[in-house]
């Protein structure tokens, strides 16, 4: 007998000041649709997210096909299964597509189909190239429905669903659509956990799983798992990269400009208003000044984190295995050009190799920039924490640098 | 004022400032134990005693 | 309220300081024009290496605390993480306040970013800012204490470092004067003055980590009572 797709053991997982889930096992067999069901605050979305290797957890194991993903000492490993997610939150940027967004969440699978035929499904193939900030709140969450259902219609292999309250939102043809996709799929062989308080799609599930107290199970259509089919035409595609994606928004939304260019722009222009002074500077002090505007482009951080934040953008990528987005290589340029400016306006020339140590500066520090700023991923509020205080500790190399150059 | 001023003002400002945080903190730690105090006496007799 | 045993450290503490400050002023031996740029800011000296002392401490019982959170889920280690973290942040605030004035009148500059020694405490000054101001905007809970435990975990890191890279790297910042094992490695009197600020300060660091451990004691159980009476009047 093949192994379960998800194999939750005992875990106990705890948020904010409370213990959610306490010994909790549950386990979704390849041809099953378990939906998860409980009042409001019982840990239904807690228990997904943690399937979905999200939260940690104190004790027990959450396996996917026989591998360990989730541990309590907090070590994570990348699923052997491809994994379908959405989540309350929607999970895209608002700069997406919805093309885009799909064809993210198909990468994850290693492989892309024909998308009109989901999309008529959903009556959204007149939005395929809309911005997902340009769509309604139902046709939003029909785009993150779709997200977490195609990765499973692409897969080679079983592949693990986990839905969050799929029909909130979704108009009765929506529903009824869901519905038979969702049948599809577990007919396919692939495993769904859903959580739902949606009558109809309780109907449409084979088991049912309660989180109250004593979860339990409370039915079982039990059957013979059915053997894999893939149930449509596929073409292999690589896994979208994170840098990739960053790059795209940032260029399409200007951030690499507000975020990092205008904290360059302003300081090579209080140099410039310094005037010459470059006669009075010792060559450290010169190569100080120029090398700032290319330091204050990397102490401004990665604005791909909080684009990220909205709709939970980083947990969904997470979940299904895509890295999350980053600027790449954009730093690199931008502290090169602006070094070379700084160089330009301060010693009267621009030494590649000055250029170069600019640029250099630029991307390491905006990348470290970049781990600190999701430190606080997991906050309640992460915006409300100044993680820019910490950034003097870059100071500190950037100073023993210009010594040493110097 | 020259230098010995200056470190007599300084220090004066020391002393004056952990004085202050010092009172701040007494003060904090007295006040949240007479503010337990009384809510736990609206407690029902079987929560106040498992605690 | 009869007083507690934090309370009392606090005020023992206090006093201690106020008398070594009183000592150092009016009756520690003057330094020498030789040696020293400026004698009456080295008087500083009294305060500035107490307060790293204590600093030291507190830290360490930042790191022992953000420790036992994240390895054993200790309430009690965590209250400590939180003491530590409060009382890093006044000790070192002093400490580098203090060192900036000192520097200014001696050296002619308030910081030099090339000594490690300095810029590795300011790091951990900045740490303890970073601690106390990040937890304050954040409810209490599980995420909070996960994410600041793990900054103090990393940040201690800085902290043997920061002691030994006076002995190694001898830049600006002077070595140590006590517990290098020379003969005569500084005045009696002044170690005298020195010794008593020393334990002054730890006496009020200790206060404070006791005190400040209460304070969320408390707090928390504040918390506990107030949701069962929630429940109540549902």
């Known amino acids: 007998m093949a192994n379960p797709l998800l194999d939750v053991d005992s875990i106990t997982v705890r948020r904010g000041m409370s213990t959610v889930l306490d010994n909790l096992s549950i386990h979704v067999e390849r041809g099953e649709t378990v939906a998860l069901l409980g009042r409001n605050g019982s840990g239904k979305s807690t228990l997904l997210e943690a399937c979905a290797r999200l939260l940690p957890i104190e004790s027990g194991s959450i396996h996917h096909d026989k591998v360990s993903v989730v541990r309590p000492d907090g070590a994570r490993s990348v699923s052997p299964v491809v994994v379908g997610v959405t989540l309350q939150k929607n999970g895209a940027m608002g700069s997406e597509t919805v093309q885009e967004h799909l064809e993210s969440a198909m990468s994850a699978a290693g492989a892309t189909t024909d998308l009109l035929p989901f999309l008529e499904g959903f009556n959204l193939s007149h939005r395929r190239s809309d911005a997902m900030a340009q769509l309604s709140q139902g046709q939003a969450r029909k785009v993150a429905v779709l997200a977490g259902l195609l990765p499973a219609f692409v897969a080679s292999t079983p592949a693990l669903v986990l839905l969050d309250e799929p029909s909130t939102g979704l108009d009765t043809n929506a529903r009824a659509q869901l519905i038979e996709w969702m049948e599809q799929l577990r007919s396919s062989g692939h495993g769904l956990l859903v959580s739902t308080h949606d009558q109809e799609v309780l109907d449409a599930c084979t088991d049912a799983f309660e989180i109250q107290g004593d979860s339990k199970r409370l039915e079982t259509d039990s059957t013979t798992p059915p053997n894999h089919t893939k149930m449509v035409s596929t073409t292999p595609c690589k896994k979208e990269q994170g840098g990739t994606f960053g790059v795209r928004h940032q260029l399409r939304t200007q951030a690499w400009l507000t975020h990092n260019g205008v904290a360059g722009l302003l300081t090579l222009g209080l140099l410039v208003v310094l005037g010459d002074v470059n006669a009075a500077l010792s060559s450290t002090q010169s190569l100080g000044l120029v090398l700032a505007p290319a330091m204050a482009i990397g102490l401004s951080g990665e604005a791909m984190v909080n684009l990220g934040r909205e709709e939970r953008t980083h947990d969904w990528r997470r979940a299904v295995g895509l890295s999350t987005p980053h600027s790449s290589m954009l730093p690199l340029l931008l502290g090169s050009i602006f070094t070379a400016m700084a160089s330009q306006a301060i010693v009267g020339e621009a030494p590649i190799n000055h250029v170069m140590l600019g640029g250099l500066l630029s991307i390491g520090v905006a990348h470290s920039m970049r781990y600190l700023q999701h430190s606080v991923d997991r906050l309640a509020r992460p915006n409300a924490v100044f993680v820019g205080l910490l950034t003097p500790v870059m100071l500190l190399p950037y100073a023993l640098l210009i010594d040493w150059l110097g | 004022m020259d230098g010995m001023t200056y470190l007599a003002v300084g220090y004066f400002g020391m002393v004056v400032g952990i004085g202050l945080w010092t009172y701040t903190v007494v003060i904090r730690s007295r006040r949240l134990s007479e503010r337990l105090d009384s809510i736990e006496a609206a407690l029902p007799s079987e929560d106040a005693k498992e605690h | 309220m009869k007083p507690r045993l934090g309370e009392w450290l606090l005020l023992t503490g206090f006093l201690g300081i106020t008398s070594t400050l009183l000592l150092a002023f009016l009756w520690a031996p003057s330094v020498s024009l030789d040696a020293f740029e400026s004698p009456a800011a080295q008087r500083l000296f009294y ?188």
């Open chain 3, 47 to 234: 305060w500035h290496v107490p307060s790293a002392w204590a600093a030291f401490i507190a830290f360490g019982a930042l790191f022992l605390g953000s420790a036992g959170w994240m390895f054993k889920r200790s309430e009690r280690m965590w209250r400590l993480h939180v003491a530590g973290s409060e009382a890093g942040l006044a000790t070192g605030l002093m400490t580098v306040w203090s060192g900036c004035v000192w520097g200014a009148a001696e050296w002619g500059t308030p910081w030099d970013w090339s000594d490690v020694r300095l810029n590795t405490f300011g790091l951990l000054t900045l740490l303890a800012v970073y601690l106390v101001l990040g937890r304050n905007s954040q409810p209490d809970g599980i995420e909070t204490r996960d994410t600041f435990a793990g900054f103090g975990l990393y940040g201690f890191v800085l902290v043997p470092f920061t002691y030994i890279a006076t002995r190694i790297w001898a830049i600006r910042h002077p070595g140590p004067v006590v517990g290098t094992g020379d003969e005569g490695s500084i005045n009696g009197d002044m170690g005298l003055v020195l010794f008593l600020g020393a334990l002054s300060f730890t006496a009020l660091i200790m206060g404070h980590i006791l005190t400040s451990m209460r304070i969320t004691k408390c707090e928390q159980r504040i918390f506990q009572v107030q949701q069962v009476l929630d429940k109540e009047v549902l």
